[in-house]
Structures are given as structure tokens and as C-alpha cells.
């Protein structure tokens, strides 16, 4: 059935992130998401990276790397978006155009090296690192 459709648009139905919030997609290079996270760190004393849909398993592997060998304060929000995708059919024009409705799963993770002053749902105190013990 769907083979007689083609996508014409998606429509976002969120408030993209702002400029300075590392995002994350499912085929961008994981070092360049480290590098700016890195910076952003470094000039604002926190970093938030943020995912949506195969994002989101880049976000946390951004996180990842940036807390290791760090001690950093962390706050994860898991929810949802909601996007509207429009096909048109093809070629037989006596098909109706439809709109599908998706959920998106997304995270936002906040890193900080500062103790938040209010500790949410989602927060992660900084792991304590020993590096004398190697794990077996």
C-alpha cells in the first residue's frame, strides 16, 4: 500500500533546541559531538546534548565519553516528540494524500561539573573514579 505514497514533508511538532545545545543524529560523527560539548563545557560551566529518535544513543555516548576521566553532575530527561509526516500517493491521483502522526522517543542530558542547586528527576551524581583499580 505504501509503495503507491511518497513522503513530501515532515513536520516538526517541537521547539527545536537552541544553538549552543549539542545535537546529536543518528549519522553524524560522534568525535565532532565531543569536541563541542567539550567547548561548550569549558566556556559555560555546562553542556546540554540532546537527541531525538536514532539521536539519542549518540547523545549518550557523547556524555559518556565527555565524563570519563571527569567528574561531572548529570541530569537526563526522557520523553517524546511528536512529528506529522505527509505522503502523496504517486502516480494514481484518486488516492487521498495522508498525515501519519509519529512519537519520537528524545533525551536531553545535562552535564555540569557543578552540583545543581535542585536535584530533578533524572540526576546522576558525578561516579567516584579509582584509578588504581582496573576492572577485570
Avoid at 513522503?7 to 511538532?13: G, S
Avoid at 549552543?20 to 563545557?41: E, I, N, P, T
Avoid at 549518540?58 to 506529522?84: D, G, I, P, Y
Wanted: hydrophobic share 30%.
Amino acid at each position: 500500500m505504501m509503495e503507491n505514497y511518497e513522503k513530501t514533508k515532515v513536520t516538526k511538532n517541537y521547539k527545536e533546541a537552541d544553538n549552543d545545545v549539542v545535537k546529536c543524529s543518528q549519522h553524524g560523527k560522534l568525535h565532532g559531538y565531543v569536541h563541542f560539548a567539550r567547548k561548550q563545557l569549558n566556556k559555560n560551566r555546562t553542556v546540554t546534548i540532546s537527541g531525538i529518535g536514532g539521536g539519542v544513543g549518540k547523545a549518550v555516548s557523547t556524555a559518556e565519553l565527555l565524563k570519563k576521566n571527569t567528574s561531572l553532575h548529570q541530569t537526563n530527561r526522557v520523553f517524546f516528540v511528536s512529528m506529522t509526516e505527509h505522503w502523496e500517493p504517486k502516480e494514481n491521483k484518486e488516492l487521498l494524500n495522508i498525515e501519519v502522526e509519529r512519537k519520537v522517543p528524545s533525551i536531553q542530558i545535562k552535564l555540569s561539573p557543578d552540583e545543581p542547586e535542585v536535584k530533578e528527576l533524572g540526576y546522576q551524581p558525578p561516579e567516584m573514579v579509582n584509578h588504581n583499580h582496573l576492572p577485570c
